[in-house]
């Protein structure tokens, strides 16, 4: 689609302007701005045209334009194009952070939110990438013990458990050697962690025992897969977006679908760069008045996750983007050296 350099630079003027007022963009206002060298009749003229071209529209009766799908497109590409885009004021910043990927996702959604003011989301790695680091078997009290399982990631999954007699402390010390000798490294999802808990090589007091201690590796599987941290639904919310209450609907009603998520943002780890989708871009049709823009983290030749922000078509789209990117940089920079160690 080709337009002019004014009505490019015109264009541009109506989205930051759709962005400050919050509401649709009249041509006396454009005319009035200090950059602005044409008259009012001009700007009336091209905003038809770009009207036409089907990078604006009046919404409902208004006298004013907004930016369409295609407008807003258009804007972005033009951005990417010119090179570097502003850094945020504010950072997403992990230096303090526990060794603990969980804690440094979470990390992330808060911060990445508080920048942008959207919907921050991140994935969790896929369990295939996430192994056993260690485990601790625990006699706490003389019928109680607890285990604890640790993983690659920096993730905890801990087991209570209460037995009817006193507890064997030479079989407690047994099943922690055996244990982190066997499954050590191994998968979290694989199958041979749960065969090898059932070795019939093993004496029937030690798989009896081994079997009391499997729950905590399927809680572990189930917990350790498809997990999406989120943040900032109620700041999208509070904040006076009134013109975007339909959109913020759309969004409430996509959180609930988080196998919907997960799937559009694994779309985001084969793009080298940045993904971004804006209104009808998206496939799922509750998308449609939404934007996306994500970003993947991981280590050397593999990606592991998906850092992204999710809100109105209405938004600062040169801080979602760049945020975006340095919360992935940052989160690729932390979990390359949790999995070095």
């Known amino acids: ?169 030479g079989l407690v010390g047994w099943a922690g050697s055996y244990l982190n000798e066997l499954v050590g490294g191994m998968d979290v999802g694989a199958r041979m962690v749960h065969s090898r808990l059932g070795d019939p090589a093993l004496a029937e007091a030690e798989r009896g025992f081994l079997d009391t201690l499997a729950p905590v590796f399927t809680e572990l599987e189930d917990t350790a897969g498809d997990t999406l941290f989120v943040d900032g639904a109620a700041r999208l919310v509070s904040e006076h977006r009134f013109q975007e209450l339909p959109q913020l609907g759309d969004l409430m009603n996509v959180l609930e679908q988080r196998v919907a998520l997960l799937s559009l943002l694994r779309e985001s780890l084969e793009e080298p760069t940045v993904y971004l989708r804006i209104g009808h871009e998206n496939r799922r049709p509750e998308l449609h008045s939404l934007s996306i823009v994500a970003a993947n983290y991981g280590v050397p030749r593999r990606n592991l996750g998906a850092v992204s922000v999710v809100g109105p078509l209405r938004m600062d789209y040169p801080r979602a983007i760049m945020a975006v990117r340095q919360a992935a940089s940052e989160l690729s920079r932390f979990v390359a050296e949790v999995y070095d160690e």
């Open 1 to 169: 689609m080709q337009i002019t350099r004014r009505q490019n630079f015109i264009l541009k003027k109506v989205i930051e302007g759709h962005l400050a007022l919050k509401q649709p963009v009249a041509s006396k206002w454009i005319a009035d701005q200090d950059d602005i060298p044409w008259g009012p009749s001009t700007v009336r003229g091209e905003l038809a045209r770009l009207e036409e071209a089907g990078l604006l529209e009046h919404p409902h009766t208004s006298a004013g334009r907004v930016p369409t799908d295609i407008g807003y497109r258009r804007y972005v590409d033009e951005l990417l194009a010119e090179g570097p885009l502003p850094v945020p004021r504010k950072a997403v910043e992990l230096t303090d952070m526990r060794r603990e990927v969980d804690e440094a996702m979470r990390a992330t959604t808060e911060q990445l939110s508080q920048v942008t003011n959207l919907l921050a989301l991140v994935t969790a790695p896929p369990i295939e990438t996430t192994t056993i680091r260690r485990v601790e078997v625990l006699l706490l009290q003389p019928q109680v013990l607890m285990i604890v399982v640790i993983t690659s990631t920096g993730g905890v999954t801990k087991r209570v458990i209460s037995y009817d007699e006193p507890v064997d402390p």
